[in-house]
């Protein structure tokens, strides 16, 4: 139980392109969704918290307008990266917590790799 | 401030046991998490402390000490699809994950 589908997995792309990301929680409801970004050799480094049916939480240096986030539903939350630049090509990952759930804090999709050329 | 530490880098051989520690500083507690990331996938949920002692699960094992803020990952009889980063994160007074940097543990045969 407790699955998490992020797509699509591989995205290249050229500059100045937008391009959005799903996150759903496949079996049960995500009250809160979490984005990830990790560049090569680092570690995961959150972008922002989104609670269902309310505004995403950014962390200090991540661009609101940049990084636009959704989160719909208690099943689907969105991230878009709008006029993508060659800088932001990175892995992008998401996960989702909810009630009831075992020990594990947050699950994990699969990630986003993310090329901007 | 919110602190974790953990080496950057191990090595260890196919068939040993290695043990990776963690080490933390943060506003409040509210358990202590390992995961494993293989390059290039998303972290996958290793282990879940949130009293003091030892978790045993397999040929994986994970210890706390609240008291010294510390925490090892144990793991033994080494195989070479263990090598992968191992992600120290804690849960703090918000109910929010601190990750760690990281330990890339390299397995040889």
């Known amino acids: 139980g407790a699955v998490v589908s992020q797509h699509p997995s591989w995205v290249i792309c050229k500059s100045g392109t937008s391009v959005k990301i799903e996150c759903r929680s496949l079996?049960?409801?995500?009250?809160?969704m979490f984005w990830y970004r990790q560049f090569p050799k680092q570690s995961l480094m959150l972008m922002a918290t989104s609670n269902e049916g309310s505004k995403a939480t950014y962390e200090q240096g991540v661009e609101k307008d940049k990084f636009l986030i959704n989160h719909a539903s208690l099943t689907l939350s969105t991230l878009t990266v709008t006029s993508a630049h060659p800088e932001d090509s990175s892995f992008y990952i998401c996960s989702a917590s909810g009630q009831g759930l075992d020990h594990q804090p947050q699950h994990f999709g699969d990630g986003t790799r993310l090329s901007i050329l | 401030g919110q602190n974790i530490d953990q080496p950057t880098e191990m090595t260890a051989t196919e068939g040993a046991i290695v043990q990776i520690n963690c080490t933390y500083q943060t506003s409040g507690f509210n358990g202590l998490f390992w995961y494993q990331q293989h390059a290039g996938e998303a972290p996958t949920f290793l282990s879940y402390?949130?009293l003091d002692g030892l978790e045993e699960k397999g040929r994986f094992s994970s210890f706390l000490s609240r008291s010294k803020g510390y925490s090892y990952l144990l793991l033994k009889e080494l195989q070479m699809k263990d090598s992968a980063s191992y992600l120290c994160?804690?849960?703090?007074?918000?109910?929010?994950?601190?990750w760690g940097a990281g330990t890339k543990l390299i397995i040889k045969p």
């Open positions: 079996d049960f409801q995500a009250t809160t």
């Open positions: 402390n949130v």
């Open positions: 994160a804690i849960m703090d007074s918000n109910y929010q994950l601190i």
